[in-house]
């Protein structure tokens, strides 16, 4: 019987893997943080993903990826919050 396993990947990162969806979860929202924090591009993304052959083929099961937060821009860019990039992002799943 094959195990069902989790990790967690970037566009240039890849997590251990997991057997316990519940700590593949925390390691999914734990690098949302750190990714956001060490700055993003228009093509970053986060995605947990699941697979039972160990990862040659894999399925997606969250996937969050970076857009423009138009909410934090109407309020004041980043510039003008003497930060040195030009739009506030957040994650969207």
Do not use: C, H
């Not at 316990?20 to 060490?38: C, I, S």
């Not at 990826?65 to 040195?84: H, K």
Request: proline content about 1%; aromatic content about 12%; overall charge negative.
């Amino acid at each position: 019987m094959k195990m069902k396993k989790y990790r967690v990947q970037t566009e240039n990162w890849m997590s251990e893997e997991f057997v316990d969806l519940k700590d593949a979860v925390d390691e999914y929202e734990d690098t949302k943080d750190k990714v956001m924090g060490e700055g993003v591009t228009e093509d970053s993304y986060v995605e947990l993903v699941s697979s039972e052959d160990d990862f040659e083929d894999y399925e997606i099961v969250k996937r969050a990826v970076v857009v423009v937060d138009e909410e934090a821009m109407a309020i004041s860019t980043p510039r003008e919050a003497g930060r040195d990039w030009d739009y506030w992002a957040k994650w969207q799943d």
